[in-house]
């Protein structure tokens, strides 16, 4: 009995000190498109790229926002607009920059990964205040980002306006 205890205890020694088979990634979630694929919880370092991104147009810095893009960008506006480009994004923020002064300010992030592809995404919500002839008007955005070698290739925005503030009654 002894013996067998021993061999026992052996074996059980053994086998922790055998390199574990790696375990196999589950995410959650689903994409359509590629079937199999699932997220799950990234890393802060795209946070951090994401808010470099934020602060460069909040300077209003296009040179910034150009090195922190992908050549081929993709932008997807709440509008339809299509940008492929830097060049075209960088067009279209020129114009926006002078027309309304834009400024973002997220509110939430989330980074997440693809899970069997591994690309870097990043869920955002913002509020972005444009001042046009003097008035302030807020949009609610969320954008979906994904993010390759500290570059910016694509993003989605969808936009919506906040509901109105109750001014509070003298009763309350």
Request: with cysteine; net charge negative.
């Amino acid at each position: 009995m002894k013996k067998l205890f021993l061999y026992t205890l052996v074996l059980a020694f053994a086998s922790c000190a055998m390199p574990a088979e790696e375990a196999e990634v589950k995410g959650v979630g689903f994409f359509t498109p590629i079937p199999g694929e699932s997220f799950i919880a990234g890393s802060d370092e795209i946070t951090d790229v994401w808010n470099k991104y934020l602060e460069a147009h909040n300077n209003g810095d296009i040179e910034a926002i150009k090195s922190m893009s992908a050549d081929s960008i993709y932008v997807s506006g709440p509008d339809g607009t299509v940008l492929r480009t830097k060049e075209e994004q960088a067009a279209l923020l020129e114009a926006w920059f002078a027309a309304a002064n834009p400024k973002w300010e997220a509110y939430w992030a989330m980074p997440y990964k693809s899970v069997p592809s591994g690309a870097d995404w990043i869920i955002a919500g913002h509020r972005v205040t444009e001042t046009i002839d003097g008035e302030e008007k807020v949009t609610l955005q969320m954008i979906d980002g994904e993010i390759k070698d500290g570059k910016v290739e694509r993003f989605f925005v969808y936009a919506a306006t906040p509901p109105a503030q109750e001014e509070p009654s003298a009763e309350q």
